[in-house]
């Protein structure tokens, strides 16, 4: 499936220059540069982002981490690529940031008797494993083939994560947490989450995914 999309308009890889895209906000530019960013991650060439350019992006993505890109993700909607791939970006970081916690919330909800969104009985994955997928796939060492399972292993985990009764769909509750974004402070916002992720995977499974 990875193959050369159409052109959209040409995306600038500087670090610099996105964060001054983003002060800027220039709502064109930036969905331009989220656009080509995410796509190129996964291994799609445009008119911007060729075989070696893809290589460059990967291999930045691969020494300083993949918040070098995912800043330029965080406002695109919730139905694109780069607003998918946000949300994983969301889900991993609290994941390795806060291990402890995360890892009791997910043993917690996987003993609920019921998890919304997931018919009963629900087979609960390792969630170090869907984690490390997550990661594959925003260091660029997966392709967009990859991208509807993990979406809607996500999703699943997200669920799982609400089910808890001590946390009742909550994320992220302080304002000041590094973390605390339009996605993971709105009411439910687990369960919101894995509903878009879960949406995301079935345009991704198609090809229709923009």
């Known amino acids: ?39 190129a991650l996964l291994g799609v060439e445009d008119d911007t982002f060729g075989e070696a350019e893809i290589a460059r992006l990967r291999e930045v993505v691969r020494s300083q981490g993949v918040d070098v ?22 889900l991993a970081a609290w994941y390795h940031r806060h291990p402890a916690d995360v890892q009791s919330r997910y043993d917690e909800g996987s003993q609920s008797a019921h998890i919304p969104g997931l018919e009963a009985p629900v087979a609960v994955r390792f969630l170090e494993s869907v984690i490390d997928e997550v990661d594959a796939l925003l260091r660029g060492d997966l392709s967009d083939d990859d991208l509807d399972w993990i979406l809607s292993a996500a999703a ?55």
């Open 1 to 39: 499936m990875s193959q050369a999309r159409t052109p959209r308009r040409p995306a600038i890889l500087d670090a610099a220059r996105a964060e001054a895209i983003i002060g800027d906000e220039d709502p064109a530019e930036l969905s331009a540069v989220a656009h080509s960013t995410a796509w």
């Open 156 to 210: 699943r985990v997200l669920r799982v994560l609400a089910a808890g009764h001590s946390h009742s769909g909550r994320w992220i509750v302080d304002p000041s947490d590094a973390l605390a974004y339009p996605v993971t402070t709105r009411i439910q916002a687990l369960v919101r989450t894995a509903d878009e992720l879960d949406a995301a995977a079935r345009e991704a499974e198609v090809g229709t995914l923009n």
């Open 69 to 90: 890109v995912a800043h330029v993700w965080s406002r695109s909607p919730e139905f694109t690529l780069p607003g998918a791939l946000w949300r994983l970006y969301l």
